[in-house]
């Protein structure tokens, strides 16, 4: 890159950056590792969505009592069914859904979780970690991607998982959408594999046009799993989910015309959607061609470091990277390995190319 042309990019570095903000984030680094290690905000991320959802239960048991008094002492027929109606309605999942996602899935394009995350007080510390654009494998990309170098979501260490602050936020935000279509597809007279196909492929077109790989360049997998994370979140609020071989409880019931927690309720009810899927390391992009030159190089410089931060090898990521392409068995939208940059074609494959069969 050309002195003058470098100058013209890095002086709209500058310009973005004072127009996005802290809170600017469509993508994140796993690649580039903090100079520290992270504290695990984990515990304290699930003690505050235990509020929320507290706060949510409390508000709609208040509902549920005053309704049932206005029916109780309603003289009509008419009066009585309409408010039993919105009792019933009171009782559905989607209420409880709409009260988290009315505190973390709301605003485009960075989620009020991600706001939240990063103005909030966390006791652990270094909380996150934001390295300058400059410093990140997309770097050499600001002049085919501009909007990228404000668009950067510092990394985050939940539950053991290095992610970006946008993971969550997609989780509670997209997440909400696809159980929206999920419920409407049943609704609808679907199946329920069909009805999961619809959210995801929903999903799938976002990631591929305006809410993803058109601005950026990226299709990213990690936030696709996300999104299904977030999905099978939602539908556990009421009922049992599948998480690989486990089946999650219901995370609240209703006894007595009253929402309540589950006592059967298990310590990781929220971190078992917490996964390596929301590493784009471990679950890297699929970046547009013009990248991949750029961001290979810059991958393999950091390979070394990497594979030694994670105790790893070449075998290992192989597997993981096999692992990752479903969300524990399920399809999420995975857009497979071919012309993927991973670990294994940046670094592994330079460093331990694959050997050439005898003659």
């Not at 960075?110 to 939240?116: F, K, N, R």
């Not at 071989?245 to 927690?261: E, H, N």
């Amino acid at each position: 890159m050309s002195s003058r042309r470098g100058r013209l990019v890095w002086l709209l570095v500058a310009v973005l950056g004072l127009v996005g903000g802290p809170a600017s984030a469509f993508e994140t680094d796993q690649f580039t590792l903090p100079p520290q290690p992270l504290g695990d905000v984990g515990p304290e991320i699930d003690a505050h969505l235990h509020a929320i959802i507290d706060d949510a239960i409390t508000t709609t048991n208040q509902q549920i009592a005053a309704l049932e008094s206005k029916r109780d002492a309603a003289e009509s027929d008419a009066v009585r069914a309409s408010a039993q109606r919105e009792i019933d309605a009171l009782l559905d999942p989607m209420t409880i859904a709409r009260a988290i996602k009315a505190c973390y899935g709301e605003h485009l394009p960075v989620s009020s979780y991600e706001t939240w995350a990063l103005t909030h007080a966390f006791k652990v510390k270094p909380a996150y970690y934001k390295p300058d654009f400059r410093d990140t494998v997309l770097a050499d990309q600001a002049l085919w991607k501009p909007l990228l170098i404000g668009a950067m979501s510092p990394t985050f260490n939940v539950h053991g998982v290095l992610q970006g602050a946008d993971k969550l936020g997609h989780l509670y935000q997209q997440g909400f959408d696809y159980y929206t279509i999920y419920r409407d597809a049943l609704a609808a007279g679907k199946s329920e594999s069909e009805a999961i196909t619809k959210a995801v492929d929903w999903g799938v077109l976002m990631e591929k046009t305006w809410g993803g790989q058109w601005w950026t360049g990226v299709y990213s997998n990690a936030d696709l799993a996300a999104n299904f994370a977030g999905l099978r979140f939602y539908t556990n609020l009421a009922a049992e989910a599948k998480v690989g071989d486990r089946v999650m409880p219901p995370i609240l019931l209703t006894a007595g015309s009253r929402w309540a927690w589950n006592p059967q309720l298990s310590e990781d009810w929220f971190a078992v959607y917490v996964s390596e899927h929301f590493d784009e390391a471990m679950n890297p992009p699929r970046y547009d061609g013009i990248m991949r030159s750029g961001i290979r190089k810059r991958i393999f410089e950091r390979g070394a470091a990497w594979v030694e931060f994670h105790h790893t090898n070449r075998a290992a990521e192989e597997a993981r990277l096999q692992r990752l392409q479903t969300w524990h068995g399920e399809p999420y939208g995975h857009c497979g390995w071919k012309d993927a940059v991973t670990i294994i074609s940046a670094y592994f494959g330079k460093i331990d190319p694959p050997k050439k069969a005898d003659k």
